[in-house]
């Protein structure tokens, strides 16, 4: 069983904030663990965000459970009446999310019978103690650079491995690969979208990440490694044309790195172009249609190229 961050920094905050609101000798003193409890979010700017519309929905409530409770009377009816006006006020406000906290402070401010000053203030330390807990906790945010690092290793393995089957099939015309590296490689992709999404909001004052181009990039290119396949996969006679290819694509595999080396490869498929611009005539059916699926993979592999050549390297 893992235990992550957030179910640790919720095991440590609610205690907290219940113990400090006992500290203080305040009333309904739970209701402070339960707020912090809420209040803990995965990332920082999501932790700010509910805190907000936490705190600002538990004001409003305050606001309007005087204003109803002292108006209409401590009745079951006026908890409806209250709801009915409350919750589309949150919704204008944009303050939603805090429904639920509130609804803990309506309930407390009914079931005392009366309103007080030093009800209002009890509550409000209330909900001071639970945001503020969970707020503090919140301003540590483990990096995740390592997980990145390690689902951009293991994306370029599997890019390798693609890439060098490309190359067997295209030599020997033998198809033996089960392709979970296609499948590995999109769930990778998308766990390192999430991730950096994540790390994004752990940043407050950065919309951008180090490794948001990069696999944005290596996302593009995967969409082209997929497309190449079905042409691959057509051509099971093996002609000259196939082994150039073949090669030209265990060159790619080796050079699948951070590193920038696609100007290199450009040039030499541009050669390769010319090789086949001078070659022989097709003799046969078969044989021309593999020549033009030869020739659509060309322009499948320059896109995968230029990806790589517009992607600035230092950015990672």
């Avoid at 609101?21 to 809420?38: R, W």
């Avoid at 919309?207 to 057509?234: C, W």
Wanted: hydrophobic share 45%; net charge neutral; proline share 3%.
């Amino acid at each position: 069983m893992k235990i992550g961050y957030r179910t640790l920094k919720t095991a440590t905050g609610t205690p907290i904030a219940i113990w400090l609101a006992q500290l203080l000798q305040l009333q309904n003193f739970v209701s402070a663990g339960i707020i912090a409890l809420l209040c803990i979010q995965p990332t920082r700017k999501r932790s700010m965000l509910t805190s907000w519309h936490r705190f600002g929905a538990c004001l409003l409530a305050m606001l309007f459970s005087f204003a109803v409770f002292e108006t209409i009377g401590f009745h079951p009816l006026a908890i409806g009446i209250l709801l009915v006006l409350f919750i589309p006020t949150t919704v204008l406000l944009k303050l939603t999310p805090g429904i639920v906290t509130s609804s803990v402070i309506i309930l407390h401010l009914y079931s005392s019978g009366e309103i007080t000053f030093s009800l209002l203030v009890n509550e409000f330390f209330l909900i001071v103690i639970g945001i503020g807990t969970a707020l503090l906790l919140n301003l540590y945010m483990p990096s995740l650079d390592n997980n990145l690092v390690d689902l951009q290793e293991k994306v370029e393995d599997n890019f390798r491995t693609i890439l060098k089957e490309i190359a067997i099939y295209l030599r020997e015309g033998r198809e033996t690969w089960t392709g979970k590296e296609l499948t590995e490689t999109d769930e990778l992709l998308n766990k390192a979208e999430r991730l950096v999404a994540r790390d994004i909001e752990n940043h407050l004052l950065r919309d951008k990440h180090t490794f948001f181009d990069y696999f944005i990039m290596r996302r593009k290119q995967f969409e082209l490694l997929r497309r190449m396949l079905p042409l691959v996969s057509q051509m099971d006679r093996l002609y000259e044309q196939n082994y150039r290819m073949a090669n030209f694509f265990d060159e790619l595999a080796e050079a699948v790195h951070p590193g920038n080396t696609a100007k290199l490869h450009l040039e030499t498929l541009r050669e390769l172009r010319k090789t086949f611009d001078k070659d022989d005539l097709p003799k046969t059916r078969i044989e021309f249609e593999t020549r033009a699926n030869l020739f659509r993979l060309l322009y499948e592999i320059e896109q995968y190229l230029v990806l790589k050549k517009t992607f600035k390297p230092s950015d990672v």
